[in-house]
């Protein structure tokens, strides 16, 4: 996690750096928007608190049957070193969002594309507003990793600053999702909104399968990235669509055709 925390370092520096002073998806914007994640529990309504009882509830109903689902994962790991779990191990790495978000932006600003001007700072935005909140509540839950041998209630809140009392939520499933779900809100055909989504279920079920994450873990984990990306291309096309915008379609508009 240590890592991923450097790549939110290096991603926030190449969007500081390389779109300072532009008229929209700048660090002036960047900062405000820190500000509308954090006020955002303030103004929710009751739905809103519903889904996040709903989330919680299933985090901790998962609990539950976290021991039985790893026992029963240890039984066949015939999939452990596979390309589909090393794909999906590397989806949740922060070398992908890095690279999409920094490539994409670059793209954006030397053509003058306002739609990869998005998409970039929304992946590098996304990657490091979710994994903040993922790693700390990583660190303020401090719950002991499977592999450890300890079960799925051995908790040590504030008290651990080892990665393998990190579990909870999981740092990768929370990468996967947030990535995922940008491409899927970028995306422009219904077909590549859905398939944007299946590197980040491989990547939760690759962290229980190799032994590093309880299921409740990538539960949480997934809906935080998820939310989070979710939240700022919301609120980015809200935005947009108070003031003329400009229409050019992305690098990846994710409309192949076959």
Not at 115 to 136: D, H, P, R
Not at 231 to 245: A, R
Request: hydrophobic fraction near 40%.
């Amino acid at each position: 996690m240590l890592q991923q925390i450097k790549f939110s370092l290096v991603i926030l520096l190449l969007i500081s750096s390389v779109i300072c002073g532009q008229n929209k998806y700048n660090f002036t914007q960047f900062g405000e928007e820190v500000k509308d994640v954090l006020e955002r529990p303030v103004k929710w309504n009751i739905s809103e608190f519903g889904y996040l009882a709903l989330i919680l509830g299933g985090t901790y109903g998962l609990m539950h049957i976290d021991e039985t689902v790893r026992h029963e994962m240890l039984k066949d790991t015939s999939w452990v070193g596979s390309i589909q779990m090393e794909f999906g191990r590397w989806w949740g790495e922060p070398v992908p969002s890095a690279l999409l978000a920094g490539g994409i932006l670059l793209h954006g600003i030397l053509s003058d594309n306002e739609a990869n001007k998005k998409l970039g700072f929304e992946l590098g935005q996304s990657f490091i507003y979710s994994t903040s909140i993922t790693q700390f509540f990583k660190i303020a839950l401090g719950r002991s990793r499977p592999y450890t041998g300890a079960d799925a209630f051995t908790f040590q809140p504030f008290k651990s600053l080892s990665d393998s009392n990190w579990s909870l939520p999981s740092g990768h499933t929370t990468i996967a999702f947030s990535l995922s779900t940008v491409l899927s809100q970028n995306a422009k055909s219904d077909f590549w909104k859905v398939a944007a989504y299946v590197p980040a279920f491989i990547t939760a079920f690759s962290r229980v399968n190799y032994n590093r994450h309880w299921t409740s873990d990538v539960f949480l984990g997934g809906f935080i990235g998820f939310l989070t990306a979710k939240f700022l291309t919301e609120l980015h096309e809200q935005k947009e669509n108070k003031s003329p915008v400009n229409n050019q379609s992305p690098l990846i508009s994710l409309q192949l055709a076959f």
